[in-house]
Every structure is written in C-alpha cells, then in structure tokens.
C-alpha cells in the first residue's frame, strides 16, 4: 500500500497547504470588523398565570400518586394475605398440643400429630425426646 503523506506528485507540501488555508479563510472574514449593535433593553411585564395553570400539574401528581396507590391495594388484595407454611395449612388437625409419651427404651417424650389437607390426607408424627427424663 502507498503512503500518500510521502508521495512525491500527490498535492501540495504541508506549508504550502497551510499558507493556501490561511489566505483562503483570512479573505473569508471581513475586514475591518464590524462592531457591535446591543439592542435596547426591553423590560416586558411579568404575566400572571391563572390559578387552575399553578395548581394544574400538582393535581395531575396528586391524581397519578393517587391512583397507583390505589392499583397497588387492588392487586394486594387478589393475593392471599398469608401463604400456608409447612404440613399446616389451614386444614383440620387431629391435634397441636403434644402429649407425653415413652418410647421403648423408656423415655420420655412429646408427640405432635398432624394431618394434612386433601382427599387423601396424610398424617404426620413428630416425636421430640424430653432431656433428662430416664426414669427406668
């Protein structure tokens, strides 16, 4: 590939490219100078803006703050205010209040029983060894 910056016949040299762009834009501004022309200061009286175009765009707010509060109770209140946690989900228990039982070796323990909710439920038992309650 050619380097055009160090190509012999191609265009002028660099000073004479920038004596021909100074020539050409110092023709370009006139001469002399014109001066300035400032305009006379014109004071206009300040225009009262009715009272509906000032409080215009603050109802607009109120009104758009207002009705996104709004969307948002709406859609608050299609979901369910609590989610079911765990085997108790609102279903029938056959009971919550742990009985005292023994367990084979003898020791003492609590029994939770839990049923689930459906057509066929199933039943959950949950044994919690009481410390320190080897009798035997």
Same mark, same amino acid.
């Given at each position: ?8 016949? /191609? ?13 050409? /834009?110092?023709?370009? =501004?006139?001469?002399?100078?014109? @001066? ?12 009262? !803006?009715?009272?509906?175009? !000032?409080?215009?765009? !603050? ?13 948002? *109770? @709406? *859609? ?6 609590? *989610?079911?946690?765990? =085997? ?8 919550? =209040?742990?009985?005292?039982?023994? @367990? ?17 439920? @199933?039943?959950?038992?949950? *044994? ?9």
């Amino acid at each position: 590939m050619n380097d055009l910056r160090t190509s012999p016949g /191609f265009g002028p040299s660099g000073d004479e490219l920038e004596g021909m762009l100074r020539s050409f /834009f110092r023709a370009e =501004v006139p001469d002399p100078w014109p @001066t300035l022309k400032v305009p006379e200061a014109m004071m206009k009286p300040a225009k009262r !803006r009715s009272v509906w175009l !000032r409080i215009g765009p !603050r109802l607009a707010l109120a009104a758009s703050v207002a009705f996104l509060l709004f969307g948002y *109770l @709406t *859609l608050a209140s299609i979901f369910p205010k609590q *989610l079911p946690n765990g =085997v108790n989900n609102g279903g029938p228990q056959i009971g919550n =209040v742990p009985r005292r039982v023994h @367990t084979r070796s003898g020791n003492e323990a609590l029994m939770w029983e839990e049923k689930s909710p459906g057509a066929r439920p @199933t039943i959950f038992i949950q *044994l919690q060894e009481i410390k320190g309650s080897n009798d035997r």
